[in-house]
């Protein structure tokens, strides 16, 4: 039997604005049909962040349930799993950051695993009160972190969360690489990430993404050593060097074809859910 390897699109994020592709979905109309497409094209699972009017990152709580009212009311067929992001603004305070995932309650969101210094501008702050304060909350909310892990000392970081209750094992982690403060997106790092899940963290799943110009060695890579994928405009607004990509819903049928091709399936929502432990 085939493996089933997940594919995640990132639609949006916080950083790229229409200057930077003009295909980049931005408000709740666009992100909701765009979220659409990528299912239909082999998304098992959809990570949403919002934008402001300005095209800013928000974590505007009405944005967050237009987006999905759109999605589920239009399209009552398409099942993807919806992932929260927590960290979609840099000058969200606390509660800001999780309240959509308290009155949403979708079947994942992100718990980033550690502070850093982001994008040589600012500091991506998330600090031990308030990782133990999001964690207990989503176990309350039923809601499954997809634990964001930018280096090494992350993976770290869980393994303490999980001794100390605040995460569940088993844990699914998203190695986040090619970064600017975080590590480098290469095979050889990849494999000392994973190494260093398997001796902290066993029986965790995991999925991984490569920023830029390192987005297709770290999904060939992923497939190599069993891991899920993510693909999406968040992470890479080029489709090639020097070509920009026409859609996210272009970007998940490449990686479906890669997927098929090496030999394993792409996996349906509900066999993502299996995978992952989610309850639909």
């Not at 493996?3 to 931005?26: R, S, Y």
């Not at 799993?81 to 992100?110: C, F």
């Not at 494999?191 to 920023?211: A, I, N, Q, R």
């Amino acid at each position: 039997m085939a493996k089933k390897t997940i594919i995640t699109v990132a639609t949006t994020g916080a950083w790229p604005k229409k200057e930077n592709n003009p295909n980049v979905p931005l408000t709740p109309e666009e992100i909701a049909e765009d979220v659409y497409e990528c299912w239909k094209a082999g998304a098992a699972i959809a990570h949403l962040h919002m934008r402001d009017d300005a095209g800013n990152g928000s974590m505007d709580v009405a944005r967050f349930r237009e987006t999905v009212k759109l999605l589920r009311t239009n399209h009552p067929d398409c099942d993807i799993i919806l992932n929260m992001t927590t960290s979609g603004a840099l000058v969200a305070n606390d509660d800001q950051r999780k309240i959509h995932l308290k009155e949403l309650r979708p079947e994942m969101g992100t718990f980033d695993c550690g502070t850093m210094n982001w994008m040589h501008t600012a500091v991506f702050e998330n600090s031990p009160k308030f990782l133990e304060t999001l964690g207990k909350d989503m176990q309350e909310w039923g809601v499954k972190p997809e634990v964001e892990c930018f280096d090494p000392g992350m993976i770290g970081n869980a393994a303490y969360y999980v001794k100390k209750g605040v995460l569940k094992a088993p844990v699914h982690f998203q190695f986040c690489m090619g970064c600017a403060n975080g590590i480098p997106g290469s095979l050889k790092n990849l494999l000392f990430m994973k190494e260093t899940l398997d001796s902290l963290c066993p029986g965790s799943t995991w999925s991984c993404f490569g920023v830029g110009h390192c987005a297709m060695e770290i999904l060939y890579a992923a497939l190599a050593l069993g891991g899920h994928i993510r693909v999406g405009m968040e992470d890479n607004v080029m489709y090639s060097k020097g070509v920009l990509a026409e859609s996210n819903t272009q970007l998940v049928a490449r990686a479906a074809r890669v997927i098929r091709e090496y030999g394993n399936e792409v996996a349906t929502p509900d066999e993502a859910r299996e995978i992952l432990g989610l309850k639909k």
